[in-house]
Nanobody, 119 residues
Framework: QVQLVESGGGLVQPGGSLRLSCAAS????????MGWFRQAPGKQRELVAA???????NYADSVKGRFTISRDNAKNMAFLQMNSLKPEDTAVYYC?????????????WGQGTLVTVSS
């Protein structure tokens, strides 16, 4: 069983920054991909950024150039640096993992961390 715990959300003004953290624990030998997702009110959950253990990254078009994903592989942690935040970034942010290449993300989710961008 894998547990995922997100933290670092909060209220920030447009143009501000936040750094989210994700800690994965449990029955983990290694993690191939760590991803950040978000779900805004009334919308489906979407993938925001992902990073493989080798350092390859991909980002949703809406956050390219503003968000940066990073990892601490030894600690099974992922981070999301969010700059130039916009009101449309308001959402609950979740992390998830894929343990091996080709695996889907796990079917378990943490409680998420709420990011609110508002003046």
């Amino acid at each position: 069983q894998v547990q995922l715990v997100e933290s670092g959300g909060g209220l920030v003004q447009p143009g501000g920054s936040l750094r989210l953290s994700c800690a994965a624990s449990g029955s983990i030998f290694s993690i191939y991909t760590m991803g950040w997702f978000r779900q805004a009110p009334g919308k489906q959950r979407e993938l925001v950024a992902a990073m493989t253990s080798g350092g390859s990254t991909n980002y949703a078009d809406s956050v390219k150039g503003r968000f940066t994903i990073s990892r601490d592989n030894a600690k099974n942690m992922a981070f999301l640096q969010m700059n130039s935040l916009k009101p449309e970034d308001t959402a609950v942010y979740y992390c998830n993992v894929a343990l091996r290449p080709g695996d889907r993300y796990l079917g378990v989710w943490g409680q998420g961390t709420l990011v609110t961008v508002s003046s």
